[in-house]
C-alpha cells in the first residue's frame, strides 16, 4: 500500500506543476526578490488598472483650465412680414459672438480640485504598487517556507525509513517485539503521506508567486528563508501613504467648497455682432451683456453638501491616522517578537532537538532506549524544525507588513 499512495501522491503534485503561462512569459533567470518584485511591478494589471486612473486624472488638471467656447450666432428679424415687411426688403440680419465670462474663481477652483484629485489618484496607484509588493514579499516567503517543509519532512521520510529497518533487524534478532517493527511501519505511512502534502503545499505556494509575478519561477534556494536582515529601522511618522491619501482628500474637498461658492455668482454673457439693413444697405455695431439674476437658484444644496463632504474627509483621515498609529506599534512589536523566536530557535532549540534525536537513535541501536523514545525523540525534532520554518515565515511576513505600512519601496530581506 505504501508505493501507490506515494505514487498517486506525486502524479497529483505533477499534475498540478502543468504549466499555465504562454511561450512569451518565460521564467527570470535571477530569482532574487528583487527580481521578482520587478517583474511583478511591469506586468501586474491592477497595478496597471490604477496608474491608469492617475493618468487619466491629469486629463482633468488639462481641462479644468481651459476657458469656455465662444458662441457665434446669427439672428434675422423683419422678414416674410406684412406691409411694408413683406419679402426681405425690411429685413435685418445680425451676426454676433459671444463669450461667456466666469466670475467668482470658477476656474481657479476647477484647477485646484482637479489638481487634489490628480494628487489623490497617484497616492492610490502608489497604495496599489505598495500592496503588490507586499504581496509579493509574503508569497515569496511562503513559497521558501512551502521548500523549506518539504526538505524537512523528506529527510524525516528518510529518518523514519532508516529506524523502520533498525526495528525490523532488531525484531529477526529477537530484541524488539513485533509490535514495535508495526509502530515503524505506521510512522513510516505517516512521513510519506507528509511529504506528499508538502510537495502539494510548495506546488500550491509557488502558483501564488507566479500568479502575482506573472511568469514561471524557478526553483528557490530555502536557505534565503534564515536570512532576517537588518534591524528594525527607526519609527516612521504620521504621514505615511495611507494617511497621505487622505490628506489629499481633505485637499480635494476643501477646494470644491470653493467651487460650490463660486458657482453661487452668476456669469455674465458679453456679445458683440454687426447688423445689416437690407432697405438701406447699412449697417451697425450690436453689443450686447447677459446677467443671470440670482433670485431662486444660490447654489445652497451644493455649498452644504461639499461642507459635509470635507467633513467626512477630516473624520476619515483623523481615524487613518489613529488606525495607522496603532497598526505600525502592533506591526513592530509582532517583527520584533518573530525576530527573537527565530534567533532562539536556530540558536538553541533545533540544535538540541537535533542532538537528543542523534543520540537516542544511536542509543536505540545499542540497546540503551526502547523505541517510543526514538518515535518521541523523532516527533520532536520535526516540530522544532517546522516551528523554525513557521517563525522564519511570520517574520518575513510581519517585516513585509511593516515596510508596507511604513511605505517601504526596497524589499527589506
Known amino acids: 500500500m505504501r508505493i501507490p499512495i506515494l505514487g498517486l501522491a506525486t502524479a497529483l503534485a505533477v499534475g498540478l506543476a502543468i504549466p499555465i503561462w504562454p511561450a512569451w512569459a518565460s521564467p527570470p533567470s535571477d530569482t532574487s526578490l528583487t527580481t521578482l518584485i520587478a517583474q511583478a511591478l511591469a506586468t501586474n494589471p491592477r497595478l496597471k488598472a490604477a496608474e491608469a486612473r492617475a493618468a487619466a486624472a491629469q486629463g482633468d488638471v488639462m481641462q479644468a483650465g481651459v476657458l469656455p467656447n465662444p458662441q457665434v450666432s446669427l439672428q434675422t428679424e423683419n422678414l416674410a412680414g406684412s406691409g411694408p415687411y413683406r419679402g426681405t426688403r425690411a429685413m435685418e440680419t445680425t451676426i454676433g ?69 533498525a526495528v525490523a533487524a532488531r525484531v529477526r534478532s529477537g530484541h524488539d517485539s513485533a509490535i514495535q517493527e508495526d509502530r515503524a511501519a505506521t510512522d513510516l505511512r ?163 532537538a537535533e542532538q537528543a534525536a542523534a543520540a537516542t537513535r544511536e542509543g536505540y541501536r545499542q540497546g540503551k532506549f526502547p523505541y517510543l523514545d526514538v518515535l518521541d525523540a523523532q516527533r520532536t525534532l520535526l516540530a522544532t524544525r517546522l516551528t523554525l520554518v513557521a517563525a522564519y515565515q511570520d517574520y518575513h511576513q510581519s517585516r513585509a507588513d511593516l515596510d508596507r505600512l511604513t511605505g517601504a519601496e526596497e524589499a527589506q530581506p
Open 97 to 165: 459672438l459671444n463669450q461667456l465670462v466666469e466670475l467668482g474663481g470658477k476656474r481657479g477652483s476647477r484647477q485646484a480640485v482637479a489638481t487634489a484629485a490628480g494628487n489623490r489618484a497617484r497616492l492610490d496607484a502608489d497604495i496599489v504598487r505598495l500592496d503588490l509588493v507586499r504581496d509579493v514579499r509574503v508569497a515569496h516567503a511562503a513559497l521558501l517556507a512551502a521548500t523549506a517543509r518539504r526538505a524537512i519532512v523528506e529527510e524525516q521520510r528518510g529518518l523514519a525509513a532508516e529506524t523502520a529497518r
Open 190 to 352: 505517516q512521513a510519506e503521506i507528509g511529504a506528499a502534502r508538502a510537495v502539494r503545499d510548495e506546488t500550491a505556494a509557488r502558483r501564488s508567486l507566479e500568479l502575482l509575478v506573472g511568469c514561471p519561477v524557478p526553483p528557490l534556494d530555502p536557505a534565503a528563508l534564515s536570512d532576517l536582515g537588518a534591524a528594525l529601522p527607526v519609527a516612521a511618522g504620521g504621514n505615511t501613504p495611507d494617511v497621505a491619501r487622505w490628506r489629499a482628500e481633505v485637499g480635494r474637498t476643501r477646494a470644491a467648497i470653493a467651487v460650490e461658492r463660486a458657482r453661487a455668482v452668476p456669469d455674465v454673457t458679453v456679445g458683440a455682432g454687426v447688423r445689416r439693413f437690407n432697405d438701406g444697405r447699412d449697417t451697425a455695431l450690436v453689443l450686447g451683456v447677459t446677467i443671470p439674476i440670482p433670485a431662486f437658484d444660490t447654489n445652497r444644496g451644493g455649498i452644504h453638501r461639499a461642507y459635509q463632504e470635507s467633513t467626512e474627509a477630516e473624520m476619515e483621515l483623523d481615524r487613518a491616522t489613529r488606525d495607522q498609529d496603532t497598526a505600525l506599534a502592533i506591526a513592530r512589536d509582532r517583527v520584533a517578537v518573530a525576530r527573537t523566536e527565530a534567533e532562539t530557535l536556530a540558536g538553541q532549540v533545533v540544535p538540541g
